[in-house]
């Protein structure tokens, strides 16, 4: 089967699950998703699209603005994918949309209308990646990684996070990469989620990016250092070092989120930091979004080869990131780096995990 007919297999079936006769997806990601990595956004920064997909039991239908049509058309060659176009003026872009809706019991991955929300469910469609999918994302990975090492390369004491993170978000859109998430934090600045500010770099930084590419997403976070770095701040990276290291360790097909949320628990205790899981979210499932869905108390998602995660503990003031591959017999890291130390790290009966540490320059 190809890709499109695998999704649309997935869609059919929801469609029998509900006893409902479309399905309705508005949502970037799920856009994306559907057809094989086309942009239905302008606005980099929205959650819905400006074009939606309607797929029936018997047809698959694109509707958008007259603005948009041509696009999508033309250069992410919807129709050649079978995509039939309903086409709305601009100045009602959702005529077309509810007039093929009208009448219909539909589900939707956002509150629409009548349409029953079933937002979840797609997102654990869009998590169970396809080997094509893998591909795209083994090399976005690859693009992400190269982008955070070219940004560090060029940092030097003096520049504000507002220039690293210029200098950051350049380095992907340069390998065609958006940078949906732009984190920088420099010195003391602790906050788990540090938007850039005017601040100045002295000694340290770190940087944070969540790159999409073909609607997929992978995440990657790095910390940089000039000249030695304190012991206490030492010992937070290694910590950090240490439970990203149970987290990977652990991601085994058949295991359940919560279990692996215990793990990271664990990991921080041993770590010296038992308290730290608690200020943030530790990561969890990822494809079209930075999170599909994250790992919570008793969270009873499993893992399954060919899905993507993203773990990002953090101990105040240092964080560990890296997107992994869960396959049959192993992982494998997606987002590695040639340019910072590592640290490996070992668990009876489990592959060793390398992890990045701080770069000093």
């Known amino acids: 089967m190809t890709e499109l007919s695998t999704k649309l297999t997935s869609l059919h079936s929801l469609l029998d699950k509900h006893g409902a006769d479309a399905i309705l997806l508005r949502r970037v990601s799920s856009f ?3 057809t094989g990595g086309a942009a239905s956004y302008v606005n980099t920064a929205s959650t819905e699209g400006a074009a939606s997909l309607v797929i029936t039991r018997e047809k698959c239908y694109v509707a958008t603005n007259n603005i948009e049509a041509p696009r ?14 309903v086409l709305s003026p601009w100045a009602t872009p959702l005529k077309g949309l509810n007039e093929l ?5 539909f589900l939707s991955d956002v509150p629409f209308g009548t349409g029953k929300d079933i937002g979840a469910e797609i997102s ?10 893998g591909q795209r994302l083994r090399a976005l990975g690859t693009l992400c990684a190269e982008s955070i090492t070219a940004a560090a390369q060029a940092l030097q004491p003096g520049m504000t996070e507002y220039e690293i993170a210029a200098l950051l978000g350049g380095e992907a859109q340069k390998r065609g990469v958006q940078p ?17 500010s005017a601040k100045r770099l002295h000694q340290y930084a770190l940087l944070v990016l969540s790159g999409r590419r073909q609607g997929l997403v992978c995440s990657i976070s790095r910390m940089l250092h000039f000249g030695k770095v304190p012991a206490e701040l030492e010992r937070k990276i290694r910590a950090a070092a240490q439970v990203n290291a149970a987290f990977i360790a652990h991601t085994r097909p058949g295991t359940s989120l919560g279990e692996l949320l215990c793990v990271g628990q664990a990991a921080y205790a041993e770590a010296g930091f038992p308290a730290e899981w608690q ?26 080869a060919g899905q993507a995660l993203a773990w990002n503990p953090t101990v105040v003031g240092a964080k560990m990131e890296d997107t992994l591959l869960v396959g049959a ?15 490996q790290v070992e668990f009876p009966g489990l592959p060793p995990v390398t992890c990045a540490l701080a770069l000093v320059k």
């Open 32 to 34: 994306a998703w559907a």
């Open 72 to 85: 999508l058309q033309e250069e992410e060659k919807l129709a050649k994918q079978g995509w039939e176009f």
């Open 101 to 105: 809706l009208a009448g219909t019991t």
């Open 124 to 133: 654990r469609l869009r998590a169970h990646l396809t080997p094509e999918e």
């Open 180 to 196: 949906i998430v732009n984190l920088v934090a420099t010195d003391g600045r602790g906050y788990r989620h540090p938007l850039p």
């Open 279 to 304: 200020h943030h979210h530790q990561g969890g499932v990822t494809g079209y979004e930075p999170r599909e869905y994250i790992a919570t108390p008793g969270g009873a998602d499993l893992i399954a």
């Open 329 to 343: 017999t192993a992982n494998e890291i997606l987002t590695l780096t040639s340019l910072w130390p590592v640290e």
